[in-house]
């Protein structure tokens, strides 16, 4: 069975700081899919990244970065020179591949940042 | 591109009542949709899989008899809470998946309070 972690709950920082948002999986799949979404306060989803998984290598996207090490299970998403329009929550995802449009997706617990001024 | 619409975004009913809850794809055609339940400061749970034409799966847990899903088109799909009840009461969220590229497009969710 898969299953996504995200052992951070809740992370405060100061604007401008860096902040590292881990997330752990675990399938038996070779082949699978990971994704990370912001959830903001008015709760619509925004995709951020997906990535295969044979592809590991990091992206990076403007202050967004994504770390995928398949030898430790782990797709981490850095934020660099946070904003305090980065506040939300975050969602860490693991998609198994079937039969593409049917593929599950599973979502780790969320991870709630806050970005003080 | 890859827009997908609840509709409503919130709604407020009395126990008791019936509610539904539509998700279209507003310029693709969805072979998949999928229903989700959030309740606050939770994660997103599926409740259940929908194909166009076909029955919804529903996951463990998940009372059909109560959540009823149609999928009547290519670009629609509904979920009815029948007999609601305050326990019903979160934030439920609709996906939709073309068969490539393996992702689901979010709805913006439909806040149901149930009196």
């Known amino acids: 069975a898969q299953k996504v972690t995200q052992a951070q709950t809740e992370i405060s920082v100061v604007e401008k700081e860096d902040v590292t948002l881990d997330c752990v999986y675990e399938t038996r799949d070779t082949t699978y899919y990971l994704f990370w979404y912001k959830q903001p306060p008015s709760g619509e989803l925004v995709f951020l990244i997906r990535?295969?998984?044979?592809?590991?290598q990091n992206e990076i996207s403007g202050r967004y970065s994504w770390n995928f090490q398949k030898s430790t299970s782990s797709f981490n998403f850095t934020i660099t020179a946070s904003q305090v329009v980065d506040s939300a929550v975050y969602f860490c995802a693991l998609s198994e591949v079937y039969t593409g449009a049917n593929s599950k997706l599973t979502f780790g617990k969320g991870i709630t940042l806050s970005v003080r001024p | 591109g890859a827009v997908v619409s609840q509709h409503p975004s919130r709604v407020i009913c009395k126990s008791g009542t019936s509610v539904k809850i539509e998700c279209r794809s507003l310029?693709?055609?969805?072979?998949?949709m999928f229903w989700y339940r959030q309740f606050p400061k939770q994660s997103l749970m599926l409740m259940a899989t929908?194909?166009?034409?076909?029955?919804?799966?529903?996951e463990q847990g998940v009372e059909k008899d109560k959540f009823l899903i149609n999928h009547a088109s290519l670009t629609l799909s509904t979920l009815t809470v029948t007999s609601a009840h305050p326990e019903d009461s979160s934030f439920y969220i609709c996906s939709a998946s073309r068969s490539v590229p393996y992702e689901q497009y979010f709805g913006p969710g439909t806040r149901l309070t149930v009196t």
């Open positions: 310029d693709f055609q969805a072979t998949t």
């Open positions: 990535r295969n998984s044979f592809d590991e």
């Open positions: 929908s194909n166009e034409g076909s029955k919804a799966t529903y």
